[in-house]
Structure formats: C-alpha cells, structure tokens
C-alpha cells in the first residue's frame, strides 16, 4: 500500500473522502459477518485504495448489533449505521447509500453469494468510464429450482411491462459512481424498488456476468411471500401496465356479455326456447365478480402506494451512527443540518 492508503487505515487524515465505499444492509447476519468482514478486508487492502465498509443494521435480533459494535471499535474503515427497527432491505439499502461517502460505491448482499473477490474487475470498469456497474448472475448455485424458474420469470414480465429497461438476473450487486448515487439522492419515493431505481437514473452502464456462490452461512431471510410481494412492489412501481390489463379484461367481459345476451334473445325470439342454465348463470356471476374483484384489487395496490407517499413518513429511521469508533451528528436527506435528537430520520 501507499503512503496515503497507510495514511487512511491508521485512522489519520480521514477528511478525505475514500475513493470506494462498500454499503452492505444486515439482517440477522452474525454467522456470517465474520466472514464478511475478512474478505472484505482483504480484498480492498490488496487494491491499494482508500475505502469504507457501511454496514447497516436493519433492526437485526440476534447478535449481529453487538458483533457490529465490536467491528467498528475495532477497524477505522468500518462505518456501522443502526436502524431503530427492522424497515427492510429497500430502506437499508437507502441508508447504506446516504451515509457512504465514497468516490465509488458497491452494494451487495451480505450472504457471500456477491464475492468480494470480482469487486477487482467492478473498479476497473468504473475507472474506464462506466458510472453502473452491473453484475449480472450467469448462474445461481444453492437455490431451488423453482426459486430460479420464477426469478426468471418475474425479470422478463418485468421488463415486458416496465416503462424502464431493467436488467434481467441482476440484484443488487453492483458499482455506483458518486454522480450515479448522488441522482438517486434526488427520488423522494418511500415506497422503493432499488433494482428499478438503479437502472432509472439511466447512467452509462457496463455489464459484467458472474457464477453465483450458495449462501456461505445462515438462511436466507426471503420466504416465497416475501418474494412475491417484493415483485408487486417492482411491477406497480414502474408500471401500470395492471390497471390497462383490468380495463382491456373488463372491456372484454362486457363485450362478451352483451354477445351473450344478445345470442340468449336471438335464440328465444326465433326458436322460442325458454331461458335455461341457472348453474351457468350462477358460474357467470362468479366469474364477473373474481374479476371486477381482482380490478379492484389491482387499483387498490396503486391507490396505496399513493396513500404512503402522501403520508411523507420517511424511509427509514437511524438510532446511531459509529464512524471511526466515533458517534457521528445526523444529516437529513439533503444534505441539511436537522436539530432533531436522536433517532433522527432520512427524508428521501
């Protein structure tokens, strides 16, 4: 290393930004924060560079808090940030981003399943003029079938609907140039779906393809539901291709009922045939009440996404931040001052 690389890890000279800031949300992650943490290290330190680990504890219930304590007192470049609750890995990301400070930013997982060591090949294409860096999965070892068939699935229905070109098999593993996470400071949506977000903005982009590792330690915290919902969120959040599929299926229905009755009068007037079919008709019914049920539906998905912005919570509540084994004073979204105590919120 360098004389300023030595310079920064000493704890000295840190008025400085770092060139690299790596910003990884946390949930019940103390099997493999260890881990984590030593690959981390020894990746960065063999780059030479000046960087930071951004930790973000979101709202953890094992021992992952006080191992995260235990990291910051003990390695400068570890700024550990603490959520008061668990507002989940959108929100996480959001602060992890807001309290980076780096030239360059990497947001990965903290599972392992985003190795450390491509983070080489990421800054390369970053210093050659790429401001995203997208690390597309070429496979994904340690997952189920179904799991990677519906993952699938769900990115080319994304992209099919989306106003915005989102990459398929891509997480959340990826570079961010400062003029790339300082655009995203400016969206002020609460409801969030980071991967949407990230290709919104729109800057150049480079795409690196990569194996993809099983989970080095611990479970995942995604359930099938989680899943499920997290695509709602990404569909309604960058389409209303639902609510014209619910108008294209009611004009249809309707359409198709006034066939109907119209085929019901025809037969009764020319061969005067009494109107027959209750369970057909009973089945009729049901079939247009599912489906003014599932318009509604759809139309309440968007009407409560409107409810939560218009509310203006913020994104996500900070109890402490520990950087350089020191508490830091909050900064609200903006950049601005707030005279708050803590906890004290971003407003994005």
């Not at 194996?211 to 915290?221: C, H, L, N």
């Amino acid at each position: 290393m360098n004389a300023l690389t030595d310079l920064w890890h000493s704890g000295a000279g840190r008025s400085v930004d770092p060139e690299l800031s790596v910003v990884v949300p946390l949930y019940n992650e103390h099997e493999v924060l260890p881990m984590l943490h030593e690959r981390l290290t020894r990746v960065l330190r063999s780059q030479g560079i000046t960087y930071e680990l951004v930790l973000v504890d979101d709202g953890s219930q094992d021992a992952t808090s006080d191992m995260l304590d235990t990291l910051a007192a003990s390695d400068q470049a570890v700024t550990a940030v603490f959520l008061s609750r668990n507002f989940g890995k959108e929100a996480a990301l959001t602060a992890g981003l807001q309290q980076s400070a780096g030239q360059a930013v990497i947001v990965m997982d903290a599972d392992l399943q985003d190795p450390p060591e491509l983070i080489p090949q990421m800054l390369l294409a970053w210093r050659n003029g790429a401001d995203v860096v997208n690390m597309r999965r070429r496979s994904r070892e340690g997952e189920s079938f179904l799991k990677r068939a519906s993952a699938y699935c769900f990115y080319r229905v994304l992209n099919a609907v989306s106003e915005v070109d989102i990459p398929a098999d891509t997480g959340d593993f990826r570079l961010l140039s400062r003029a790339a996470v300082n655009a995203l400071d400016l969206v002020v949506e609460r409801k969030r779906y980071m991967k949407g977000l990230f290709a919104w903005i729109g800057f150049p982009t480079v795409e690196i393809e990569y194996d993809r590792p099983a989970r080095a330690a611990g479970a995942s915290k995604w359930d099938y539901l989680s899943l499920i919902g997290l695509a709602f969120e990404g569909i309604t959040s960058f389409s209303i291709a639902p609510l014209r599929l619910a108008t294209i299926s009611g004009l249809l229905i309707a359409l198709g009922g006034v066939l109907f009755t119209l085929w019901i009068v025809v037969k009764t007037l020319v061969l005067g045939d009494p109107v027959q079919g209750y369970p057909s008709m009973i089945s009729l019914i049901a079939v247009l009440g599912g489906a003014q049920l599932l318009a509604i539906g759809v139309l309440g998905e968007y009407i409560g996404k409107t409810y939560f912005e218009a509310k203006r919570r913020p994104v996500f509540l900070i109890r402490n931040v520990v950087r350089r084994g020191q508490p830091r004073q909050a900064t609200a979204w903006a950049g601005q001052p707030i005279t708050t105590k803590e906890p004290y919120a971003a407003n994005y």
